[in-house]
């Protein structure tokens, strides 16, 4: 059974950089894409970024050049680095398994979720 | 950008009945729909994809139906534990793929 566990983030200030790393247990790490989502308070679900095992990475326009992902395959891992961050980066955080081919793009195993808050 | 709305906001149904939940989209996304599940605390687990197809280990109670603009997601026999919020997500244009709001699904 695949899961994935995601630590990180927490209490940051305005500015300072927000790190998350979603580890993969069971299943391979090669043959999917991995995918970072948040949820702001009250606000429906947002696509952050893909990353694949190659390294390659899409992510959404909406958070410009703040969003750097990278992928550790030795320890089967990947991760999320936020810079910048605002109050409107407050939310939970998720890491996700995703399904990506030319007929799907669905996440069909998650992560339990990493709660960030932005204050001064 | 593709909008979902879902509705309603909150279904009230008593265990053992049937629910029906919407999700409609701004333009046409062919059959690339999921639904997902999420109960407090927990990660969001798939339910359906392709619009109409049950993720593996999703229990037979649980359909979609719909293409292009209007989907449909049915509980039947509703079960304790099928109390919580569901949401759709489409993956026909993008990036970015789009999420509905949620619909919560509460004990009448």
């Known amino acids: 059974q695949v899961q994935l566990q995601q630590w990180g983030g927490g209490l940051l200030k305005p500015s300072e950089t927000l790190s998350l790393t979603c580890a993969v247990y069971?299943?391979?790490?090669?043959?999917?894409?991995w995918r970072w989502i948040r949820q702001p308070p009250g606000k429906r679900l947002e696509w952050i970024g893909d990353?694949?095992?190659?390294?390659?990475?899409d992510q959404n326009p909406s958070l410009g050049s703040r969003v750097t992902m990278s992928v550790d395959t030795s320890k089967n891992q990947f991760s999320l680095n936020l810079t910048s961050v605002t109050a409107a980066d407050t939310g939970v955080y998720y890491c996700?398994?995703?399904?990506?081919?030319?007929?799907?793009?669905?996440?069909?195993?998650w992560g339990k979720g990493t709660t960030v808050t932005v204050s001064s | 950008e593709v909008v979902l709305t879902q509705s309603p906001a909150t279904l009230s149904v008593s265990p053992g009945e049937r629910a029906t939940l919407s999700c409609r989209a701004s333009?046409?996304?062919?059959?690339?729909l999921a639904w997902y599940q999420q109960k407090p605390g927990q990660a969001p687990r798939l339910l359906i994809y392709?619009?109409?197809t049950r993720a593996t280990g999703i229990p037979a109670r649980f359909s979609g139906s719909g293409s292009g603009t209007d989907f449909t997601l049915t509980i039947t026999s509703l079960q304790s534990e099928d109390f919580a919020v569901y949401f759709c997500q489409q993956y026909s244009n993008w990036p970015p793929i789009t999420f509905g709001q949620g619909t919560r699904l509460e004990i009448k």
């Open positions: 996700a398994r995703t399904v990506l081919n030319w007929e799907s793009d669905y996440m069909d195993v």
């Open positions: 392709g619009a109409s």
């Open positions: 069971g299943g391979s790490f090669s043959s999917y894409y």
């Open positions: 990353v694949v095992y190659s390294g390659k990475t």
């Open positions: 333009q046409s996304v062919s059959n690339n």
